[in-house]
């Protein structure tokens, strides 16, 4: 079994910046895509982002596209979310999971939560 944590969210202010880490418990899932997902209160969970195992390659959603950014350092099974240009709109749960090929996502981290204030 794959265990993902999900910390580094808190509160910010409109237009700061926070870093999201995604911890995994083993090597193993370096080898998989892993994906970025968040809830906004009383919303729907909506994806964020993805990135590939290599993490050559990235999908983002057009809501925060050029205010983003993923990237992973598979040396510490970790993969991160550089969240720039906050807005208040971006206030949810974050969570990570991970993706081992096929269309469903098989495993989830707890998430954390992100505030941005205006």
């Known amino acids: 079994q794959v265990q993902l944590v999900e910390s580094g969210g808190g509160l910010v202010q409109d237009g700061g910046s926070l870093r999201l880490s995604c911890a995994a418990s083993?090597?193993?899932?370096?080898?998989?895509?892993v994906g970025w997902f968040r809830q906004p209160p009383g919303k729907e969970r909506e994806f964020v982002g993805a990135?590939?195992?290599?993490?050559?390659?990235?999908y983002y959603a057009d809501s925060v596209k050029g205010r983003f950014i993923m990237s992973r350092d598979n040396a510490k099974n970790t993969v991160y979310l550089q969240m720039n240009s906050l807005k208040p709109e971006d206030t949810a749960v974050y969570y990570c999971?991970?993706?081992?090929?096929?269309?469903?996502?098989?495993?989830w981290g707890q998430g954390t939560q992100v505030t941005v204030s205006s």
């Open positions: 999971a991970l993706n081992m090929g096929g269309e469903k996502y098989d495993y």
């Open positions: 083993e090597r193993t899932f370096n080898r998989y895509d």
């Open positions: 990135i590939t195992w290599t993490g050559r390659n990235t």
